[in-house]
């Protein structure tokens, strides 16, 4: 792995900074002021990397959704190691995103894609445009997963694929909200174990 200039270890740095920001607060509440001075640069290196927040925001979420593939490319490519059955291999990786999330210290941190959605009124085109793709990201992934399985195995109720698709985002990120109002971080991970559950039965064969 390549090491990163100077310039890009600052830019990350700003990402950083940024991110525990919005995520504790939301972007509105977060200035461009704090985020120099809690990043240890200069206003004019803040501007250097990002003309604005608009700027920002997009990097953000751009960030956001390789370090996303990456991680679901992890997991499901490690549960289709396991296994070569379709469902199982779902019902493994759903397992291995759950135990992720009860793993994280504090229960999940949160997401910049939820934040931005929250508070689109803030951002241009571009923002809006990027934090959809990120959106489409996870019901194209899905997507192709839930439709594998259902060539082997139909599915018990007629349901709409797509649909489907995006509540694995929808159980997530509820469960991400739900857990920080009830101050239980466990309830994420929870929810995707019930998410797997409902799945295990919308594809189990019929009986004989």
């Not at 289709?80 to 779902?90: F, G, Y």
């Amino acid at each position: 792995m390549a090491m990163m200039t100077r310039g890009e270890e600052t830019r990350a740095r700003i990402l950083d900074t940024a991110q525990d920001a919005v995520l504790a607060k939301g972007f509105e509440a977060t200035s461009i002021d704090e985020i120099v001075a809690s990043a240890e640069i200069t206003k004019s290196g803040f501007f250097y990397h990002f003309k604005d927040k608009n700027a920002l925001a997009r990097a953000l979420i751009e960030r956001h959704i390789t370090v996303e593939e990456e991680i679901f490319d992890g997991l499901l490519g490690r549960a289709r190691e396991l296994s070569d059955d379709p469902l199982q291999a779902a019902l493994i990786g759903l397992k291995f995103l759950a135990e992720l999330i009860e793993d994280m210290p504090g229960g999940h941190p949160g997401c910049i894609v939820a934040t931005a959605a929250y508070q689109d009124r803030l951002f241009n085109a571009d923002v809006r445009a990027a934090n959809r793709r990120a959106v489409l990201g996870w019901r194209h992934r899905f997507r192709a997963m839930f439709d594998e399985i259902a060539a082997v195995y139909p599915p018990r109720d007629g349901i709409d694929l797509d649909h489907l698709a995006d509540m694995v985002s929808g159980i997530v990120e509820g469960g991400i909200v739900m857990a920080r109002a009830m101050n239980d971080p466990l309830i994420t991970s929870q929810q995707v174990m019930l998410l797997r559950s409902y799945v295990k039965l919308l594809f189990s064969p019929r009986p004989d």
